[in-house]
C-alpha cells in the first residue's frame, strides 16, 4: 500500500498516456492516472460487441443515422406516425372520391341538411314503390328472345328482375346521424362548425303538403322519423331535481314572504314589549362583491375592481380557485353578463389559450334580492405553456363611472413540464455536452500526435545508416532491457529530472547514471521511495504478461447476481400486488352482492309483515351475517362479470409486470 500511494504521488501522467495505455498488472499506481483511458477502451470493447462503429470525420456516410426529436419519447413517435398514417388515408380517399376533407365528414354543417335533405327523398320513393296498387300493376319487363346475325348465335329472352323491396314487399330503413351534444365533442361548438343555419327545402310547405299526402305509404316503410337531438342524456341540476321530487309535499316559501314574516312577528314583539325598533333601510340598488360594497346612488362610485388570479400546475392536472363571491344587497334584481377580451390590446394572439384551459360558468344570469353566487374557475391545461385570459363581469344597473364599467378578472395559467420530462429533457443535453467534450478531446489528441514527427532527435555517431530513436538508443545503452513505448522512457527522464541538479545536463539514457543518482540522495527514505519507482518502471521492460482486461469484465458474476435479486424483487412484489388486487375486486363486488341480499330480504319482509319496522329488526338479527357473505363470495366467483374483471385487471397487471422485468434485464445488461 506505501508503495502504490508513492508512485501515484510523484508519477503524473504525461501527454505519452494518452497514446499508448498503460494495461499490465505490475503497476498499479499507472491504472489511477490512466483511468479515463481504461474507461475508453472497454467502452471501445462493448461498442465492437455490439456493432457501434464511430465513423471518421474526413468523409460523409450514408450509414449515419439521424437522431430523432421522438426519440426520447415513445408517446410522441406514436402520435406523429397516428398523424401521418390520417393524412395518406385522408389522401387516397380525396383521391378515389374528388372530395375536400370537409365534405367527408358525415357530421359537418355543409353536408347535415344534404343528409337529411337525401334520407327525406329515398323515404318518399319506397314510399311510392312499395304502394300495393304500385306493385299489383307492376310488370316485368321481357326481352324476346332474337336472332343475332353477326355473330350467328340464338339470344334468349331476358326476364327484367325486380329490387329486393318490390320482391320482399317491405324495406327496413336506418336514419342515421349523431345528437348535438355528441357532434358538439367531436366537431366543436356551432360557432366553430361553420354554422347551422337549416335548408329552406326540409321547412318548406310542399313539402309538408306532400308528405301528409303519402302518410299511409310512409308508416308502411317506417313507422315513425326519430328526433336523434332528443336521444341524448342531458343532465339536470341536483337542486332541481330535488326541488321537483318533494315539490307535492313541502311548499316553497319565497324571499319576499320571509321578510314579509318576519317583519310581522318583529312587530308583534314590539307591541307586546312597548318598545320601538327601527328597522335599516335596504337600497333599491346594491352589490357585494368578494369585500367589497357598491350602492347606486345619484352620483356612480369612483372604485373599481380588478382582479388578477394566477394558476400553476402540470399537464393534465386540475386546479379550482374561486375568483369572485357576488351577493345582492338591494331590492331590484341585477343582471350579469360575462364578456371576453384580449388580454393584451395591441397583440390580441400572445399568449391565447387553444385548448379551453379556464374553464367556468360564463353565461349571462341574475340575481335576485339578498341571493348569492360564487365564480368559480377550473384550469386543466394540455400542454407546457403559459396562457391568459381575460373576462368582464357587466352588471345591469352599472355602478362605476369608469370607461371600463365592468368588474376585470385577469387569469393567469402555468403549466410546466413533468419531472419525468424535464429530466429526459437533461439527459439528452448532458449526452449531447459529453459528446462534444469527447470530440473535442479527441481532436486536440489528434493534434498533438501531429506534432510528434516534427521534434527531430539529436544526432548520434552510429555505424548505421539511419538515425536512431530514442527506444533503440535506450536498449543499445542498456542491454538486457526491452523498451517497447515512449510513455516508459518519458517517466524516467521525469525521474531524472526530479533527482538532478539544475545545472547539470540531461539523461543519457543510461541507468546506471539514475541509479547514481538515486544513491546520491542523503535521506534513506527518498533513496527507498526513488530506487521503488525506478525498478518499478524498469520491470515493465522485462516482459511481465498484459492484464487480462476481457476475462475479469465479461466473466462477471456480480452483474449475473444483481439481475437476479433484481428479477426476484419484482416477482414478489407483482405477485402481492396481484393479491391484493383481487381482494379489493372481491371486495367492490362483494359490496353490490350484498346490497342487492338486503334489498330482497327487505322486500320479502315488507310483503310478508305488512311493511312491520319491528318484524325486519328481527329478522336481519337472526341472520348469520358470515355465512351469508361466505355463500355470496362462493356465488360471487361463478359470475362472468366478475370473471371478466378479473381477467382484464390480471392481464394488464402482468403485462406491466413483464415490462419490468424485461427493463431491469436490459438495464444490468450494461452493468
Same mark, same amino acid.
Given at each position: 500500500?506505501?508503495?502504490?500511494?508513492?508512485?501515484?504521488?510523484?508519477?503524473?501522467?504525461?501527454?505519452?498516456?494518452?497514446?499508448?495505455?498503460?494495461?499490465?498488472?505490475?503497476?498499479?499506481?499507472?491504472?489511477?492516472?490512466?483511468?479515463?483511458?481504461?474507461?475508453?477502451?472497454?467502452?471501445?470493447?462493448?461498442?465492437?460487441?455490439?456493432?457501434?462503429?464511430?465513423?471518421?470525420?474526413?468523409?460523409?456516410?450514408?450509414?449515419?443515422?439521424?437522431?430523432?426529436?421522438?426519440?426520447?419519447?415513445?408517446?410522441?413517435?406514436?402520435?406523429?406516425?397516428?398523424?401521418?398514417?390520417?393524412?395518406?388515408?385522408?389522401?387516397?380517399?380525396?383521391?378515389?372520391?374528388?372530395?375536400?376533407?370537409?365534405?367527408?365528414?358525415?357530421?359537418?354543417?355543409?353536408?347535415?341538411?344534404?343528409?337529411?335533405?337525401?334520407?327525406?327523398?329515398?323515404?318518399?320513393?319506397?314510399?311510392?314503390?312499395?304502394?300495393?296498387?304500385?306493385?299489383?300493376?307492376?310488370?316485368?319487363?321481357?326481352?324476346?328472345?332474337?336472332?343475332?346475325?353477326?355473330?350467328?348465335?340464338?339470344?334468349?329472352?331476358?326476364?327484367?328482375?325486380?329490387?329486393?323491396? $318490390?320482391?320482399?314487399? &317491405?324495406?327496413?330503413?336506418?336514419?342515421?346521424?349523431?345528437?348535438? !351534444?355528441?357532434?358538439? %365533442?367531436? #366537431? /366543436? *361548438?356551432?360557432?366553430?362548425?361553420?354554422?347551422?343555419?337549416?335548408?329552406?327545402?326540409?321547412?318548406?310547405?310542399?313539402?309538408?303538403?306532400?308528405?301528409?299526402?303519402?302518410?299511409?305509404?310512409?308508416?308502411?316503410?317506417?313507422?315513425?322519423?326519430?328526433?336523434?337531438?332528443?336521444?341524448?342524456?342531458?343532465?339536470?341540476?341536483?337542486?332541481?331535481?330535488?326541488?321537483?321530487?318533494?315539490?307535492?309535499?313541502?311548499?316553497?316559501?319565497?324571499?319576499?314572504?320571509?321578510?314579509?314574516?318576519?317583519?310581522?312577528?318583529?312587530?308583534?314583539?314590539?307591541?307586546?314589549?312597548?318598545?320601538?325598533?327601527?328597522?335599516?333601510?335596504?337600497?333599491?340598488?346594491?352589490?357585494?362583491?368578494?369585500?367589497?360594497?357598491?350602492?347606486?346612488?345619484?352620483?356612480?362610485?369612483?372604485?373599481?375592481?380588478?382582479? $388578477?388570479?394566477?394558476? &400553476?400546475?402540470?399537464?393534465?392536472?386540475?386546479?379550482?380557485?374561486? !375568483?369572485?363571491?357576488? %351577493?345582492? #344587497? /338591494? *331590492?331590484?334584481?341585477?343582471?350579469?353578463?360575462?364578456?371576453?377580451?384580449?388580454?393584451?390590446?395591441?397583440?390580441?394572439?400572445?399568449?391565447?389559450?387553444?385548448?379551453?384551459?379556464?374553464?367556468?360558468?360564463?353565461?349571462?344570469?341574475?340575481?335576485?334580492?339578498?341571493?348569492?353566487?360564487?365564480?368559480?374557475?377550473?384550469?386543466?391545461?394540455?400542454?407546457?405553456?403559459?396562457?391568459?385570459?381575460?373576462?368582464?363581469?357587466?352588471?345591469?344597473?352599472?355602478?362605476?363611472?369608469?370607461?371600463?364599467?365592468?368588474?376585470?378578472?385577469?387569469?393567469?395559467?402555468?403549466?410546466?413540464?413533468?419531472?419525468?420530462?424535464?429530466?429526459?429533457?437533461?439527459?439528452?443535453?448532458?449526452?449531447?455536452?459529453?459528446?462534444?467534450?469527447?470530440?473535442?478531446?479527441?481532436?486536440?489528441?489528434?493534434?498533438?500526435?501531429?506534432?510528434?514527427?516534427?521534434?527531430?532527435?539529436?544526432?548520434?555517431?552510429?555505424?548505421?545508416?539511419?538515425?536512431?530513436?530514442? #527506444?533503440?538508443?535506450?536498449?543499445?545503452?542498456?542491454?538486457?532491457?526491452?523498451?517497447?513505448?515512449?510513455?516508459?522512457?518519458?517517466?524516467?527522464?521525469?525521474?531524472?529530472?526530479?533527482?538532478?541538479?539544475?545545472?547539470?545536463?540531461?539523461?543519457?539514457?543510461?541507468?546506471?547514471?539514475?541509479?547514481?543518482?538515486?544513491?546520491?540522495?542523503?535521506?534513506?527514505?527518498?533513496?527507498?521511495?526513488?530506487?521503488?519507482?525506478?525498478?518499478?518502471?524498469?520491470?515493465?521492460?522485462?516482459?511481465?504478461?498484459?492484464?487480462?482486461?476481457?476475462?475479469?469484465?465479461?466473466?462477471?458474476?456480480?452483474?449475473?447476481?444483481?439481475?437476479?435479486?433484481?428479477?426476484?424483487?419484482?416477482?414478489?412484489?407483482?405477485?402481492?400486488?396481484?393479491?391484493?388486487?383481487?381482494?379489493?375486486?372481491?371486495?367492490?363486488?362483494?359490496?353490490?352482492?350484498?346490497?342487492?341480499?338486503?334489498?330482497?330480504?327487505?322486500?320479502?319482509?315488507?310483503?310478508?309483515?305488512?311493511?312491520?319496522?319491528?318484524?325486519?329488526?328481527?329478522?336481519?338479527?337472526?341472520?348469520?351475517?358470515?355465512?351469508?357473505?361466505?355463500?355470496?363470495?362462493?356465488?360471487?366467483?361463478?359470475?362472468?362479470?366478475?370473471?371478466?374483471?378479473?381477467?382484464?385487471?390480471?392481464?394488464?397487471?402482468?403485462?406491466?409486470?413483464?415490462?419490468?422485468?424485461?427493463?431491469?434485464?436490459?438495464?444490468?445488461?450494461?452493468?
Amino acid at each position: 500500500m506505501a508503495l502504490n500511494s508513492f508512485i501515484n504521488e510523484f508519477s503524473p501522467p504525461s501527454s505519452a498516456t494518452l497514446e499508448q495505455p498503460d494495461l499490465t498488472l505490475g503497476r498499479p499506481g499507472l491504472l489511477v492516472h490512466n483511468r479515463h483511458i481504461i474507461m475508453e477502451l472497454v467502452n471501445r470493447i462493448f461498442d465492437n460487441e455490439r456493432g457501434n462503429v464511430e465513423l471518421s470525420s474526413s468523409h460523409c456516410s450514408s450509414v449515419a443515422k439521424k437522431s430523432s426529436e421522438y426519440s426520447y419519447d415513445n408517446r410522441l413517435k406514436y402520435w406523429k406516425d397516428v398523424l401521418e398514417q390520417r393524412k395518406r388515408v385522408q389522401a387516397s380517399i380525396q383521391e378515389k372520391t374528388g372530395k375536400e376533407p370537409a365534405q367527408v365528414l358525415f357530421n359537418r354543417a355543409v353536408t347535415v341538411d344534404e343528409r337529411d335533405k337525401q334520407t327525406v327523398r329515398r323515404l318518399m320513393d319506397y314510399a311510392e314503390r312499395l304502394n300495393p296498387l304500385t306493385i299489383m300493376h307492376r310488370r316485368e319487363r321481357v326481352l324476346p328472345e332474337y336472332f343475332d346475325c353477326s355473330t350467328c348465335q340464338q339470344v334468349q329472352e331476358l326476364r327484367e328482375t325486380l329490387p329486393k323491396a $318490390e320482391r320482399d314487399g &317491405e324495406k327496413i330503413v336506418e336514419i342515421t346521424g349523431l345528437p348535438s !351534444v355528441t357532434k358538439e %365533442e367531436l #366537431l /366543436g *361548438k356551432p360557432k366553430e362548425q361553420g354554422g347551422n343555419k337549416k335548408s329552406d327545402w326540409l321547412r318548406s310547405k310542399v313539402l309538408e303538403q306532400r308528405i301528409g299526402e303519402k302518410r299511409e305509404d310512409l308508416e308502411r316503410v317506417i313507422e315513425f322519423y326519430p328526433d336523434i337531438d332528443k336521444l341524448q342524456v342531458v343532465g339536470e341540476s341536483f337542486d332541481k331535481m330535488q326541488t321537483l321530487r318533494h315539490n307535492a309535499d313541502i311548499l316553497y316559501v319565497g324571499e319576499e314572504q320571509i321578510h314579509k314574516i318576519s317583519q310581522d312577528s318583529i312587530c308583534e314583539q314590539n307591541t307586546q314589549t312597548g318598545a320601538v325598533v327601527e328597522q335599516p333601510s335596504q337600497p333599491d340598488c346594491g352589490v357585494r362583491i368578494n369585500e367589497h360594497v357598491f350602492l347606486l346612488s345619484e352620483k356612480r362610485s369612483a372604485k373599481y375592481v380588478e382582479l $388578477e388570479v394566477r394558476f &400553476e400546475c402540470e399537464p393534465f392536472e386540475k386546479v379550482v380557485k374561486r !375568483v369572485l363571491h357576488l %351577493e345582492n #344587497l /338591494g *331590492k331590484k334584481v341585477l343582471s350579469f353578463e360575462w364578456v371576453h377580451r384580449p388580454y393584451y390590446d395591441k397583440n390580441s394572439n400572445l399568449l391565447k389559450g387553444c385548448d379551453d384551459e379556464f374553464i367556468f360558468e360564463n353565461k349571462p344570469f341574475r340575481l335576485i334580492s339578498g341571493e348569492c353566487m360564487d365564480v368559480v374557475v377550473q384550469f386543466q391545461p394540455r400542454r407546457a405553456d403559459i396562457t391568459k385570459q381575460k373576462w368582464m363581469l357587466k352588471i345591469d344597473p352599472q355602478f362605476f363611472c369608469r370607461k371600463v364599467d365592468a368588474v376585470v378578472v385577469r387569469l393567469s395559467g402555468k403549466c410546466k413540464p413533468a419531472p419525468d420530462y424535464i429530466g429526459k429533457i437533461h439527459a439528452v443535453q448532458s449526452e449531447v455536452l459529453e459528446k462534444s467534450n469527447t470530440k473535442m478531446v479527441r481532436q486536440i489528441t489528434t493534434r498533438l500526435a501531429s506534432l510528434t514527427p516534427l521534434i527531430k532527435p539529436p544526432e548520434v555517431i552510429c555505424p548505421y545508416k539511419r538515425t536512431l530513436t530514442e #527506444l533503440e538508443l535506450f536498449e543499445f545503452t542498456n542491454p538486457g532491457y526491452r523498451c517497447e513505448r515512449y510513455h516508459d522512457i518519458q517517466l524516467l527522464k521525469e525521474l531524472h529530472q526530479r533527482l538532478k541538479k539544475p545545472r547539470e545536463p540531461a539523461w543519457d539514457l543510461n541507468i546506471e547514471t539514475l541509479k547514481a543518482l538515486v544513491l546520491r540522495q542523503e535521506s534513506a527514505d527518498k533513496r527507498a521511495l526513488y530506487f521503488n519507482e525506478m525498478i518499478s518502471i524498469l520491470d515493465q521492460m522485462r516482459g511481465k504478461p498484459p492484464i487480462e482486461f476481457e476475462e475479469k469484465i465479461l466473466d462477471n458474476t456480480e452483474r449475473e447476481r444483481t439481475c437476479y435479486v433484481y428479477v426476484r424483487g419484482i416477482i414478489s412484489a407483482g405477485i402481492d400486488e396481484w393479491e391484493e388486487l383481487t381482494l379489493t375486486i372481491e371486495e367492490a363486488f362483494l359490496k353490490v352482492a350484498w346490497k342487492e341480499y338486503m334489498e330482497i330480504q327487505y322486500t320479502q319482509s315488507e310483503d310478508g309483515a305488512g311493511g312491520d319496522a319491528e318484524n325486519i329488526e328481527l329478522l336481519l338479527n337472526e341472520l348469520d351475517e358470515d355465512e351469508i357473505k361466505m355463500w355470496l363470495v362462493k356465488e360471487l366467483r361463478h359470475r362472468k362479470a366478475f370473471r371478466d374483471t378479473l381477467y382484464m385487471q390480471t392481464y394488464t397487471h402482468l403485462c406491466n409486470f413483464i415490462e419490468d422485468i424485461v427493463s431491469v434485464i436490459e438495464s444490468t445488461d450494461i452493468v
